[in-house]
């Protein structure tokens, strides 16, 4: 190789040169820069979208930090035990067991539920009454539209 750059006139190894050269630059920026740019443009957009994640969070927990807070003194609420047996039975579901629990904790059992009326319940628990819904484990029923549920219910802060 070396001895057919040699036989070459100066005019055509200096354009080789300089085409070797270009051609250097050509497969550095496409083996290298291209790939690193590309990367750093999709890290900047998750970024992106990860703060608009957590400024979502952050409205949602200043939001539930002040339902909570609206809900009253602990000095102010009612009875557990009795605050979830008038809200059952508002929103007709079947209570099978209701066993407090030695944290001041209530655990409620439902079978047979509508699915539709449970949820409504529990939203209404949480950020209407201020309780805070500890465990919550769903199963089907065996009716389309009906469920099982286990739920553990503690006082709000």
Excluded at 82 to 97: I, Y
Excluded at 117 to 135: K, P, S, T, Y
């Amino acid at each position: 190789m070396q001895a057919w750059f040699a036989r070459l006139n100066q005019r055509e190894q200096l354009s080789l040169l300089a085409l070797s050269a270009v051609v250097g630059c050509y497969l550095l920026w496409l083996l290298l820069w291209s790939p690193v740019a590309a990367m750093r443009d999709r890290m900047a957009e998750q970024n992106s979208a990860t703060a608009a994640a957590l400024v979502r969070v952050d409205s949602l927990v200043a939001e539930l930090l002040q339902a909570r807070a609206s809900a009253g003194p602990d000095g102010q609420r009612s009875n557990l035990t009795a605050v979830v047996n008038q809200s059952t039975a508002r929103f007709g579901l079947p209570v099978n067991r209701l066993q407090p629990g030695s944290r001041g904790d209530l655990q409620v059992r439902l079978e047979n539920a509508r699915f539709a009326d449970l949820v409504a319940w529990l939203h209404q628990l949480e950020l209407v009454e201020g309780l805070l819904l500890e465990e919550v484990a769903i199963t089907q029923a065996g009716t389309a539209g009906f469920v099982n549920a286990t739920i553990r219910i503690g006082q709000g802060s």
